[in-house]
């Protein structure tokens, strides 16, 4: 059934109509020749300028070629009217004086005559155009009608002219109808057509015509035809000579603008290709300086540019080898004393039995910081790896599903304190691919310690998919969150939410800023999305085979039970359409709840989310007006007590965990 809705877009053809393939194959095969001219134009300046000034120069040629044309041939035509009337006056005048002066014929035996005084009309007038056109010498013919407008008129029987013009044809009807109507002289521009035995082609003429009378009083027409055919000839060479001087011009014209232009363009492209090759690292490349004009003095400045440059670029970069060095250095030589120290306080702390309550207590805070102190020595080796580009990557294919019951067996001692449970849920179906397995665990047990940290007492949901080229896993907490901007800022090194506040829970500050280099190391994403106390989720993408670019994520960045995902669903269902609400976490307060219920056996895995990007792809959903302010206090600058320490005995007499692999939960206040 027809919707009735009109063509998307203004199109005249819908994109499902028959002709919409044929026509868009069309468009496509006839603008496909035509690409490389565009591309050329966009990209060359010269051309555009030539071509420019060319059109520029030739409207200006045109123009002044129709102004010049147009006097000449006003002035032509002017001088030849003015000379035509002069001619034509003297000739009416005689014609008049003849027909006064005329004498009275005898008519012969038999004949008959024209007048009323028997005078010979018919003769006198042959006599007249024949002595009037004699002095023109082909400067102009004479014709001869009858008074009216037919073809012969009234007084004179008959046409007459001279030359072979055909008189009839030569004189328009409007002149005709004018001169009958007025005593004066009258003209317009016609053509002379010439009888058929002649030969001859029309010419174009000025007509002057004038009401007469003849010997016998009666009134006829007489006219005078010049030709224009020397005005036409010095017109069409006054043509010529504008259109050979216009073109000559134009042409001049674009070959000083191309040599303009290139005295511009050249710098700028030379500027261009050597400033190419600094932004590819070859700092040594400087431009070639001639003269002392302006674009002497800019290659000049763009010399001393680079140099400058390259000499920051060397300075900056021996700086940040020293502090390299400087920091793996350091590192190194902290681990002898460290190793000394770390005896001497194990020895105390196996012996803190026999102290008194607080020499036991120091000893058990002496353990604590020691193993944090441990912890941040790792980390900053590992930051100097990346920081050096040394970090190899040793990628084998791995089942992420081993790898996250891993992280979550190590933080079950710490989630049974925090009295947290943590769900998996995609993991029915194999998730494997190409990746460390060690880096990869390093950054889930990250992301799950600090889930676990911050999501106060309520579930932590690890998700599992797979879809196209790409793996994920998401990591839901529903805890304080994050406030706007934070998500952001969250994988920097040592970013804490409030500043003010110490780090005092046993992170780093380096966790996640590690996590993000391991990410990146595989060609992967670490994102993360949070809202002011609706908890966090922190999504890790990498791609199913190494080296292959990612075009999305299987699970989205922004998860389904999420305040603005209920509210779209809210609003859907306002509508009339079919909903299927999100999940809210309750409170732990023993209910015995399942919060996020767990995914069905065979599932199958979260389609590819097509809106996922590339890069950090931190979303913050603010808070609303209706949400506690409580939660944005709660943590502000969160930490995520070690792995080890929630193995640790809770009483001054419980026993110390040792370190499983030297990594712990990061503080999420500053790089979590």
Do not use: C
């Given at each position: ?141 004479v014709v001869a009608l009858g008074a009216g407008s037919g073809d012969t ?194 020895v105390i702390h196996d012996a803190r039995v026999d102290f008194d309550p ?71 179906q194999p998730v494997v691919a190409e990746a460390d397995a060690r880096r ?233």
């Amino acid at each position: 059934m027809s919707s009735g809705r009109p063509p998307r877009g203004g199109r005249l053809l819908r994109e499902g109509a028959p002709g919409g393939s044929v026509l868009r194959l069309f468009v496509r095969w006839a603008r496909r020749p035509l690409l490389p001219a565009v591309r050329l134009w966009r990209r060359n300046l010269q051309l555009r300028v030539v071509a420019g000034t060319l059109l520029m120069s030739l409207g200006v040629v045109l123009l002044l070629g129709f102004v010049v044309i147009a006097q000449v041939s006003k002035g032509l035509l002017d001088a030849k009217e003015e000379a035509a009337r002069s001619q034509a006056g003297g000739g009416f005048a005689v014609a008049q004086e003849k027909a006064s002066n005329a004498p009275v014929d005898t008519p012969p035996e038999g004949g008959a005559t024209d007048g009323r005084s028997g005078r010979n009309a018919t003769a006198w007038m042959n006599d007249l155009v024949e002595a009037l056109s004699s002095g023109g010498q082909s400067a102009f013919d004479v014709v001869a009608l009858g008074a009216g407008s037919g073809d012969t008129g009234s007084g004179v029987r008959g046409a007459r002219a001279s030359g072979g013009v055909d008189p009839t044809a030569s004189i328009p009807v409007s002149l005709r109808a004018e001169v009958d109507k007025g005593a004066g002289a009258y003209l317009t521009f016609s053509k002379i057509r010439y009888s058929e035995g002649e030969g001859k082609s029309p010419e174009p003429s000025l007509v002057i015509g004038k009401r007469l009378t003849d010997v016998n009083g009666d009134p006829y027409h007489l006219y005078y035809l010049f030709p224009l055919t020397q005005e036409e000839e010095s017109l069409n060479l006054v043509r010529g000579t504008v259109a050979t001087a216009g073109l000559f011009v134009v042409v001049l014209l674009g070959a000083i603008a191309w040599f303009v232009v290139r005295q511009v363009v050249s710098p700028v492209r030379m500027a261009a290709g050597i400033a190419e090759r600094l932004s590819a690292g070859r700092l040594q490349e400087r431009m070639k300086v001639t003269g002392e004009d302006d674009i002497a003095r800019l290659g000049e400045a763009f010399n001393k540019m680079a140099q400058n440059l390259q000499l920051k670029i060397q300075q900056l970069e021996d700086l940040s080898r020293m502090q390299r060095r400087f920091v793996s250095d350091v590192s190194h030589e902290l681990r002898t004393p460290l190793t000394t120290v770390r005896m001497a306080a194990d020895v105390i702390h196996d012996a803190r039995v026999d102290f008194d309550p607080v020499t036991a207590r120091s000893a058990e805070l002496l353990a604590g910081q020691l193993d944090r102190f441990e912890s941040l020595l790792a980390d900053l080796l590992e930051i100097s790896r990346f920081d050096a580009g040394a970090a190899a990557l040793e990628a084998e294919p791995i089942d992420l599903r081993n790898v996250v019951r891993r992280v979550i067996d190590g933080a079950e001692p710490l989630a049974e304190r925090k009295g947290t449970r943590i769900r998996v849920l995609g993991d029915a179906q194999p998730v494997v691919a190409e990746a460390d397995a060690r880096r990869v665990e390093r950054v889930l047990r990250n992301l799950v310690v600090n889930a676990v940290e911050h999501g106060e007492g309520r579930d932590v949901v690890v998700r599992l998919a797979s879809a196209g080229g790409a793996v994920a896993v998401a990591v839901r907490d529903y805890g304080v969150g994050l406030k706007p901007g934070e998500a952001t800022r969250v994988f920097n090194r040592f970013w804490r939410a409030d500043p003010a506040r110490a780090r005092t829970t046993g992170g780093t500050g380096l966790g996640l800023s590690i996590a993000v280099e391991d990410a990146r190391l595989h060609g992967g994403w670490l994102q993360a999305w949070g809202e002011p106390g609706g908890g966090s989720q922190f999504r890790l993408t990498l791609p199913r085979t190494a080296d292959e670019p990612l075009r999305g994520s299987p699970i989205p960045l922004e998860p389904e039970d999420s305040r603005a995902a209920r509210a779209r669903t809210e609003s859907a269902a306002t509508a009339g359409a079919r909903t299927v609400p999100g999940p809210q976490q309750p409170e732990r307060a023993g209910a015995g709840l399942d919060p996020i219920p767990p995914r069905p056996t065979g599932a199958v895995a979260v389609p590819a989310d097509p809106t996922a990007l590339p890069g950090s792809g931190a979303r913050v959903v603010p808070r609303t007006a209706a949400e506690p302010e409580g939660a944005e206090g709660r943590g502000a600058a969160r930490g995520a007590v070690p792995e080890e320490a929630a193995a640790r005995a809770a009483g001054p007499g419980g026993g110390r965990a040792e370190r499983a692999d030297g990594t712990d939960g990061k503080d999420r206040a500053g790089g979590r």
